[in-house]
């Protein structure tokens, strides 16, 4: 629970007329004042569930995905480590068709949920220095990404060069 704990409170900001909370997916540029304890605990409430359903998607995805792609892979290819594109166009294909669908209406659902939490009369402005940073995220993402593939790309070729 720490780590959803964490991702949540990253949502939360202080700004000069109190406590603010921004939606992920939603402006970044504004937030929504949260006026009172009880309110903020349920907009946490509902984050920390979205949260969860969305690691949950994401990583059980990627591997029920991975797994099906190297399975069929080793049925269909005399040698799997050959066919590395093979391997991720099936297992983005398998991942869209399992988990791209539920993956979609939860983020429906999210975007719907959100009117319930949010008035126009209680929107702010978030620029300045206490704006929500969010670009080393991508970054950081994109970074990891690129190291994944090149350990897949490593482990595939090392029995290729000796």
């Known amino acids: 629970m720490g780590l959803l704990d964490a991702i949540v409170d990253r949502s939360f900001w202080e700004t000069g007329s109190g406590r603010a909370v921004v939606f992920p997916g939603d402006s970044q540029k504004q937030g929504y004042l949260v006026r009172t304890a009880a309110e903020e605990q349920k907009v946490r ?12 998607l994401l990583v059980f995805g990627v591997l029920l995905s991975n797994i099906c ?11 799997p480590a050959r066919h590395m594109l093979a391997v991720m166009a099936i297992s983005l294909a398998v991942y869209a068709a399992i988990f791209g ?17 949010t008035d126009t009369a209680d929107a702010v402005s978030l620029t300045g220095a206490s704006a929500p940073q969010r670009s080393w995220v991508l ?3 994109i970074g990891f990404a690129l190291l994944v593939l090149a350990a897949i790309f490593f482990l595939t070729m090392r029995p290729a060069l000796q």
């Open 45 to 56: 409430s509902f984050l920390k569930l979205f949260f969860f359903a969305h690691l949950y």
């Open 69 to 79: 792609a190297s399975w069929l892979v080793e049925k269909l290819f005399d040698r």
């Open 101 to 117: 669908v539920p993956y979609f209406f939860l983020w429906r659902t999210y975007k719907r949920a959100l009117t319930g939490f």
């Open 139 to 141: 970054l950081a993402v």
